[in-house]
């Protein structure tokens, strides 16, 4: 069904999630505490009325989530299909676990399977809508979002935002065009992460770190992207013998072919409340004065979400 937003139609778009929740100190591993985080951040999303959801999880958290958004919070599912995937069985399971480090991995906030299956869950799809993006469910928090963009309510601070509303949808599928969109973060003045071997690059350059959050566009652009980022994460895992982070696979198409991408760029994730935020977690807040100073005219990441308003 075609939907009209004020003069604008806006064509049938999916967002595609996952929320696991309890892979911390195991083989997969993954952040601590984040059932909370993920839920409430999710919920949020689902202000895009105008986009469908679908959202893999485990199958020991299926429960929890349908009775959450289905009956806690009356999301249809017609608005959010929630499915089950065990992690062991993905795509990329003898590639990742020839390279993995157990021991390491149980210490890490960040799942390999997660990372990689944002480019094979939506092949899962039958690719009858427009537009597939990739979207965190946890996307949604003070982390990144100051205060004035959020709302409180259930007594769960710090999740509740209006900026992802069909107004931020409409523009995100006019920047699209016929392009992948991609968040790039500046990596040389307020550096964030390291890259792939500089070999695979056409052309060297770490200036811009690409953020795996969201990301897509119409089916057509995200197939060739699919396809692009398999062929590099077997190429390059194999050549150096090391997992990457989906993210460092992710800059280096980007580097390599930006004539298939339109990027959304910004400085830092630090905001006017990030400090309330580092409170509110436990941790330690005080940042550095000299930082904050060279912060006063960067870009944060919530300005790209206020420019899509």
């Known amino acids: 069904m075609i939907k009209k937003f004020e003069s604008f139609i806006i064509p049938t778009v999916k967002f595609i999630t996952c929320i696991y929740s309890n892979l911390h100190g195991t083989q997969f591993g ?28 485990s199958g020991s958290e299926y429960e929890n989530l349908c009775d959450f958004f289905y009956n806690g919070n009356n999301i249809t599912k017609n608005k959010l299909k929630i499915k089950i995937f065990d992690l062991e069985n993905n795509n990329f399971k003898d590639l990742i676990n020839k390279y993995k480090d157990v021991n390491d991995i149980k210490k890490s906030q960040r799942c390999f399977e997660i990372q990689y299956m944002k480019f094979i ?46 107004n931020f949808l409409k523009n995100l599928i006019k920047k699209c065009g016929d392009k992948c969109v991609m968040i790039t973060k500046e990596n040389s003045k307020f550096f964030y992460a390291n890259t792939v071997d500089p ?21 057509e652009i995200m197939n060739e992207i699919i396809k692009i980022f398999k062929e590099y994460l077997d190429k390059i895992t194999n050549e150096d013998k090391v997992l990457y982070y989906e993210e460092a696979i992710m ?38 004065t000299n930082l904050l100073d060279k912060l006063k005219n960067s870009k944060s990441f919530h300005q790209i979400i206020e420019e899509l308003q």
């Not at 070999?199 to 089916?219: C, D, E, M, P, Q």
Request: glycine share 6%; charged share 25%; with cysteine.
């Open 251 to 288: 800059s280096l198409m980007n580097c390599n072919n930006p004539e298939l991408f339109i990027n959304l760029d910004f400085d830092t994730w630090y905001h006017e409340d990030t400090d309330s935020y580092l409170n509110r977690i436990n941790q330690n807040s005080n940042i550095d």
């Open 30 to 57: 993954g952040r601590n505490d984040r059932e909370d985080h993920y839920k409430y951040s999710l919920l949020s999303l689902l202000k895009m009325t105008d986009a469908d959801f679908v959202c893999y999880t």
């Open 199 to 219: 070999k695979h690059y056409t052309t060297y350059n770490s200036s811009r770190h690409v953020i795996a959050g969201l990301f897509g566009g119409k089916k």
């Open 121 to 166: 869950w939506p092949t899962l799809e039958d690719m009858t809508y427009d537009y597939y993006f990739w979207i965190d469910a946890g996307l949604s928090f003070d982390g990144l979002i100051p205060k004035k963009y959020l709302n409180t309510d259930n007594n769960k601070i710090g999740f509740n935002s209006p900026l992802f509303n069909n």
